[in-house]
């Protein structure tokens, strides 16, 4: 018997069960997959550290979760610069003075601000991600940027979506090209993997273990389950299945020692049918040298359907109100925690920083 079961060894499980440890509580970490990690695994292929599930950049506004994270892990300074293709031409993105002053010629920034000015719409009724960025940026930028980007993404009009899917990413007035804008910015030199390895360092863990296939031997093992699978494969679908959206990477080892400028490049022409294109050595520019090789991936937005990957919560109200039904039946003795079990779209730092909440809440 141990203090808590702990299901999934991504950062949320990662967290909650150092944190557990280290405060004497006995822990069991089970995935069913044969890797710890969750999203953030990355393995390392011919000398170079590829993310498996998507490019992770590790950014925070946070000192505490900044100093925290470094306990496990050392860290470069990589800031992420992305590109954007638009017909074979890379732009500047996310959009600022760089971004204009490419599609619009030179010009002093206080011409290129006036133009800006000039070309966003005067929409009032902006709830939509459509009306949003038009009245943000304008349509010609919209339509270059991303019209394309976003129905590939969603699979459906950006009319259709509501704006807080975009207004994460910023639109600035200066000539700041980094796509974050956090305090602090970097990967772990050794990858995420030895990261997570880390943080679960003398703490038991079974891999290849489905806990939804043999619950009740798993729940015998503990007091408390920390649950962080998906909410409505838990509930066995009683309050219907949630919607997502998922993706398909296709990893290429290339003979060349450099694809591409920058680790991302996006590209929202709508014919092409990925989204970003990464090559993974610009992560740790100091390896950049090391090989004549490189891995680049590129990433295919998909239709979710079950067995597939679960990456992007499709937040309606109708998933919101799913979810809520969901969690208002959610046993005692369980902890639900993460990007699946609370349907929500995290970044690391935001997932680390609810995992430590939820452990130090149990503890007072
Ligand atoms: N987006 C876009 N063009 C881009 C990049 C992003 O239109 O080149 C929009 C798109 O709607 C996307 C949203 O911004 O779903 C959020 O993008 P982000 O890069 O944050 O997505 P993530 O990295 O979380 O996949």
């Not at 509580?25 to 997959?33: A, G």
């Not at 207004?167 to 990858?191: E, L, Q």
């Not at 390895?197 to 891999?207: F, P, T």
């Not at 740790?284 to 979710?304: A, C, I, N, R, W």
């Amino acid at each position: 018997m141990v203090d808590y079961l702990i299901v999934g060894a991504g950062l949320y499980g990662a967290t909650f069960a150092r944190t557990m440890t280290d405060h004497g509580k006995t822990c069991l970490v089970i995935d069913k997959r044969s890797h710890i990690a969750g999203n953030v695994f990355s393995k390392t292929v011919d000398g170079i550290e590829v993310h498996q599930y998507g490019p992770h950049i590790f950014h925070t506004n946070s000192e505490m979760i900044w100093d925290h994270v470094r306990q496990f892990a050392t860290f470069n300074d990589y800031r992420h610069k992305v590109l954007s293709d638009v017909n074979g031409d890379k732009y500047s993105f996310p959009i600022n003075l760089k971004t204009l002053e490419s599609l619009w010629g030179e010009m002093s920034d206080a011409e290129l601000l006036k133009k800006f000015e000039s070309v966003k719409s005067a929409h009032t009724h902006n709830e939509t991600l459509e009306d949003w960025a038009i009245a943000e940026v304008g349509e010609e930028i919209y339509r270059k940027f991303i019209y394309g980007y976003t129905k590939k993404q969603w699979g459906t009009e950006p009319a259709n979506l509501p704006r807080s899917i975009i207004t994460r990413i910023p639109v600035r007035n200066n000539r700041d090209d980094n796509y974050h804008a956090a305090r602090f910015s970097g990967i772990p030199v050794d990858g995420y993997t030895s990261m997570v390895a880390n943080m679960l360092d003398g703490i038991r863990v079974i891999l290849d273990a489905d806990y939804l296939e043999n619950r009740s031997f798993w729940d015998s093992w503990a007091r408390t389950v920390v649950y962080t699978g998906p909410v409505d494969e838990f509930f066995d679908y009683e309050h219907g299945e949630m919607k997502w959206r998922s993706l398909n990477f296709q990893h290429r080892m290339l003979k060349t020692p450099q694809f591409q400028d920058v680790a991302q490049v996006n590209h929202p022409d709508e014919h092409v049918p990925y989204t970003r294109s990464i090559e993974h050595k610009h992560f740790v520019p100091s390896t950049m040298g090391d090989t004549q090789h490189t891995v680049v991936t590129l990433e295919y937005p998909q239709k979710y359907i079950r067995g597939l990957e679960k990456y992007y919560p499709v937040c309606d109200d109708e998933q919101r109100s799913i979810y809520e039904a969901y969690r208002k039946i959610i046993p005692s003795n369980f902890i639900f925690g993460g990007r699946l079990a609370t349907y929500r779209y995290y970044d690391m730092d935001q997932v680390i920083a609810s995992a430590l909440s939820d452990a130090r809440n149990r503890l007072c």
